[in-house]
């Protein structure tokens, strides 16, 4: 009977498989068409872009209109084509008995898919054909092409209002300046006599041409040079125009006339004219608002190097600018600092208060003021258009604070604060295409937030927005992408880390502002409001949710994000039930905090990027094995620990983070994850360790290796598997601790991996490792707990790039701790702590030139405070912690007296109760 009905069954559905056969046909084919319209859309998206900087003031709102909506075509193409992909993916491998099977249970499940596919390209051609239309009709791609001016098919750029003023700022109005300004005079007047360039750099804004301005105007600059010549470079420039330029204001300084034919002559005569002039004088240079890396190499032989003390100011956004002289030039560096909160008063007060209250602030508006201050994070050029938009306004308390509560209005209704807009916007005009997005992403994070750059290159490379470099990782060319930004002056680095790099990093409120209004020039992203409402329409690509409020059904009903970040706890108000909504099926990026799993997640077959920290302890479900494409998979501050085996089928996953992770279902799989290159914590305390150990060195491509609760047994075969991995950055073991302390961590390294930079032993050490002096490229070793008998800095003074030591629980022989003269270099931080053996701190003059942080913590048999103290020339923070109640007695105001230079001391007895400074 059943044989009968399954033959029913097929004998129905036989024409119906037909259908669906040649629908599929029919849809591998509009696909592949609809792709490569893709590529030209995309293509064109990018040459539209460039010639929209270049031209933006002339182009019209139908042509924005226009552009903007061949680029809710491209949104819709890319949907389409992950559809498809999607629907591949549900389709059995085998087209036979499979596909009959799958037509038998859900046969108009599968038509409906393949319809509504063919159904939507259909849509896209036909809107792709109407947008074509309009276009011939408003002749946009004519005006596209027109309106050029310059030999280089740009607009030259005029210098704008704000920038010109800057020219001409009574020196009262000047504020915070002083310092900078020494150090530029001193380099001007002083110093060698070869041609040497300085660069002042700093975000727009910032005072760069302000600041030069007032060193030229200093009475010993102007006496000691016989010549000085101030050029306007900006983004678009000919060199043939600057050359004349510069013989002009030449001639007109000797009060003569310039040759007839100089606007006949070419570029080499403009440079022997102007050379043959600079040959026998002492001269400045000033090169104001340079952008190209290039320009050097243009403009350097017309500036020739006389050695009369000569000298090229450039003030230029772009810190690579500055690289660009160095290979033929003496060169010296000054980056402006935004103002601090004082000076930013200061300057606020003297433009806002200026014909009311002689440049003072009533004590009723000052906290009004440090709230519109603090808006401008310290940029000059924000304090004075704001300041001077104020002091035309009423001073009350009610007017400021209904100002400082629509402040982002005002940026968009002033003439003078659209300026500050449009100056910040030509660094985000002069980026690289392939950089604008990247830029673009900060605004996903929320006001004042400090991202940390790990996190979002990840979030970049999930995008898409890294390309391929040879013989580099995705995170190495993201890093550059970062580096290049924060050299441009467009993002800010908040902390930095031990060896120099981002720790955080942000973007100031001026930046912020104008990535917002470009979110909704390109539909980039949709970022909530405290009330939940937005006012960016149509397609929505991405969503980051940084309000509590409830309202938020517009956001969850969007179809077409493909990263959603949440910052906030409401993750109950977005996953209904515990269940991702379907309509982000095509999510990339998902990065939030979340109480549990979503139960749903093994649809989302796209994602490439999940975070989710700060949920409870539960189980990592086993359908994240189908989320194929994952490339990070965070799990910090959670309670997971249990991995499923399934995670094993994530061959493309590259970061695997966690606090306590167990891989005890991966013993035999493990090794599958070649692509790995951050896995960290590791719990290794379980009788399967042996294996996972074994399968690790399967992952040659690992650059972040954090492991905890190694196992004395497990010494050998660990470090074998770590001899696999020579692309090895960071190394942190960590030994099991048992009722009786930590277990002895036995590490054999021959084939050192020598690019490592980290490494933090934690666990009871033997001897000295051999193998440790070797690492030539550390910048940071810690070892905690190792007990070691022997002194264990003369085996590590050799490590010439240390730049953190941090030694805890030694056993000193000696009883005398000495730096020697020559030791540690470039060392910044050091500490040293937990051993009662060490009586006595020596630090030799000439020793530990570069440290900056001090500590010694829990040494309680010292007699007397580290000798040496006052050699620390760059110390800025020194703390004694826990020392003898005996020691706290003797410290003498000689002890004090070598610490008075350090801007930071804290000393604590026994209690941990800071023991009051002198000086306080």
């Known amino acids: 009977m059943a044989e009968i009905a399954v033959s029913f069954a097929i004998d129905k559905l036989l024409p119906l498989l037909s259908v669906q056969v040649n629908l599929l046909t029919g849809v591998h084919k509009e696909f592949a068409d ?312 200061e300057l606020f007060n003297k ?88 830029l673009l992403y900060f605004g996903m994070y929320p006001e004042d937030y400090q991202v940390k750059p790990n996190r979002v290159i990840r979030h970049w490379i999930a995008e898409g927005f890294v390309k391929e470099e040879r013989g580099k990782t995705l995170e190495e060319v993201a890093d550059g992408y970062l580096t290049e930004l924060i050299h441009r002056s467009l993002v800010q680095v908040s902390s930095i880390r031990k060896d120099g790099k981002a720790k955080g990093c942000c973007v100031h409120d001026q930046i912020r502002e104008m990535i917002l209004e470009k979110f909704e020039d390109l539909n980039f992203c949709r970022q909530t409001s405290e009330d939940g409402k937005s006012s960016l329409s149509g397609i929505i690509r991405r969503l980051s949710i940084t309000t509590t409020s409830n309202d938020l059904t517009p956001c969850i009903e969007s179809s077409h994000v493909r990263s959603l970040l949440v910052f906030t706890n409401i993750e109950s108000k977005l996953f209904s039930g515990n269940r991702i909504p379907k309509n982000y099926r095509l999510l990339r990026v998902l990065d939030c905090k979340s109480a549990l799993v979503p139960e749903n997640l093994g649809s989302f077959i796209h994602l490439k990027y999940l975070s989710l920290r700060f949920i409870g302890e539960c189980k990592i479900l086993k359908y994240i094995g189908k989320l194929h494409s994952l490339e990070t998979l965070d799990l910090k501050a959670t309670g997971v620990g249990d991995l499923p085996k399934e995670i094993s089928k994530l061959i493309k996953l590259r970061h695997l983070i966690g606090s306590r992770l167990s891989l005890i279902q991966l013993e035999d799989g493990i090794g599958e994850l070649t692509s790995l290159q951050t896995l960290r914590y590791v719990n290794l305390d379980s009788d399967g360790a042996e294996k996972i150990i074994k399968g690790l060195g399967k992952l040659n491509q690992m650059r972040d290796l954090r492991l905890i609760t190694v196992r004395r047994e497990h010494g050998t075969i660990l470090s074998s598997s770590i001899n696999e991995m020579q692309h090895l950055e960071i190394l942190v073991v960590g030994s099991r601790c048992g009722d009786e302390g930590y277990e002895i961590i036995d590490l054999d390294l021959i084939s050192l991996p020598t690019k490592l930079r980290k490494l933090r032993l934690i666990g009871i050490l033997q001897k000295f490792p051999e193998w440790i002096p070797k690492l030539q490229n550390l910048v940071e070793l810690r070892l905690w707990n190792s007990n070691l008998p022997e002194d264990p800095f003369k085996s590590v003074i050799c490590l010439q790039n240390l730049l953190s030591l941090n030694i805890r629980h030694c056993a000193y022989k000696d009883l005398c701790l000495h730096f020697e003269v020559g030791w540690f270099q470039k060392l910044k931080k050091l500490n040293v702590g937990y051993t009662k053996e060490l009586r006595e701190v020596i630090i030799d003059k000439g020793a530990l030139l570069s440290l900056k942080k001090l500590k010694f913590d829990r040494l309680l048999g010292l007699e007397n405070i580290p000798t040496g103290i006052q050699h620390l020339e760059k110390l800025e923070v020194l703390r004694i912690s826990y020392i003898s109640d005996e020691l706290v007695q003797n410290i003498s105001t000689e002890d004090w007296n070598s610490m008075q230079h350090v801007p930071l001391v804290q000393i604590s007895g026994s209690d941990g109760i800071l023991i009051p400074h002198p000086r306080s």
């Open 351 to 438: 433009k806002a208060f200026k014909f009311d209250y002689g440049g003072c602030c009533p004590k009723e508006l000052s906290c009004i003021a440090v709230e519109i201050v603090n808006k401008c994070k310290g940029l000059p050029l924000a304090l004075v258009a704001i300041g001077g938009l104020l002091s035309t306004r009423a001073k009350t308390e009610f007017e400021l604070q209904r100002f400082r509560e629509n402040l982002s209005l005002e940026l968009k209704k002033d003439t003078n604060l659209i300026g500050i807009k449009e100056i910040v916007a030509l660094s985000y005009d002069d980026l690289p295409y392939y950089l604008k997005s990247c």
């Open 34 to 345: 609809i792709k490569e319209e893709l590529e030209s859309i995309q293509a064109f998206l990018k040459d539209a872009d460039k010639r929209a900087a270049a031209q933006a003031p002339n182009i019209s709102e139908m042509e924005k209109i226009w552009v903007k909506q061949v680029r809710e075509v491209a949104f819709r193409i890319e949907d389409i084509v992950d559809e498809y992909l999607l629907s591949l993916e549900h389709q059995p491998q085998d087209p036979g008995c499979a596909a009959l099977l799958q037509m038998i249970t859900h046969p108009f499940k599968t038509l409906k898919q393949h319809h509504q596919i063919a159904s939507e390209i259909q849509d896209i051609k036909s809107l792709m054909c109407g947008i074509k239309e309009r276009s011939k009709s408003y002749d946009f791609k004519l005006s596209f092409e027109q309106g050029s001016s310059s030999s280089n098919g740009i607009q030259k750029s005029k210098l704008h209002p704000l920038r010109e003023a800057a020219l001409y700022i009574d020196e009262a109005d000047v504020v915070g300046f002083e310092a900078p300004k020494k150090v530029l005079i001193d380099w001007m007047v002083k110093g060698r006599k070869e041609r040497t360039v300085i660069s002042v750099v700093g975000m727009a804004g910032q005072g760069k041409t302000t600041l030069v301005k007032k060193v030229l105007e200093n009475k010993d600059v102007i006496a000691h040079f016989d010549c000085l010549v101030w050029i306007t470079v900006s983004q678009t420039y000919d060199v043939k125009d600057l050359l004349r330029d510069m013989l002009l204001k030449i001639y007109k300084q000797k009060e003569e006339n310039p040759p007839q034919n100089i606007n006949q002559m070419d570029q080499r005569s403009l440079t022997d004219e102007v050379r043959n002039y600079l040959q026998q004088k002492r001269y400045v240079v000033v090169l104001d608002d340079v952008w190209s890396v290039q320009f050097w190499d243009e403009i350097e032989l017309a500036v020739i190097d006389n050695e009369s003390g000569s000298r090229i100011l450039i003030t230029t956004r772009n810190l690579n600018v500055v690289g660009s002289c160095k290979k033929s030039s003496f060169t010296e560096l000054l980056e402006l600092q935004p103002l601090t909160q004082e000076q930013s008063l």
